[in-house]
C-alpha cells in the first residue's frame, strides 16, 4: 500500500496479521525512498528498538505515549528527524552522552534531524 500511496509518514506497529512490522519497515524503506517509518507499538525491550532502527524506522514510541507526542512525532518523522520515547533513549544513538550535544529535547522525547546522525 505504501508503495502505491508514497506517504511522507507511515506510523507502523510490529505486530500485523499477514506481514510483521519489523519486515514491513524494510520492505517500505527500500521500496518508498522518502517515505519515513514511525513504529508505535506496545513491545519497548531492545531487541525489538534496535531490530527496527537497523531496518530503517526513523522513531520508536510506545503506546502509552500521549496523542499530542504522537503528532509531534509525526510531525518530526515528515521533516526527516529522528523521535524517540525518552524512555528509550538506551536503542537509540541518543544513548551515548557524546551524541546528545545539540539535540532537541524535553522531559519526554529526543529528536534531531536524520542527516546530522
Known sequence: MAGHLQPDVVVMDIGMPSLNGL???RQIN???LKTHVLV??????DE???QLTDAGAIGYLIKQTAAQDLVMAIREAKKGNAFFHRGLIRHSEFGNPQNREGLNTDQKHYSRPQTEF
Open 30 to 32: 527500500r521500496e518508498c
Open 23 to 25: 519486515e514491513a519497515t
Open 48 to 50: 525489538y528498538v534496535q
Open 40 to 45: 508505535l507499538s506496545s513491545y519497548n525491550d
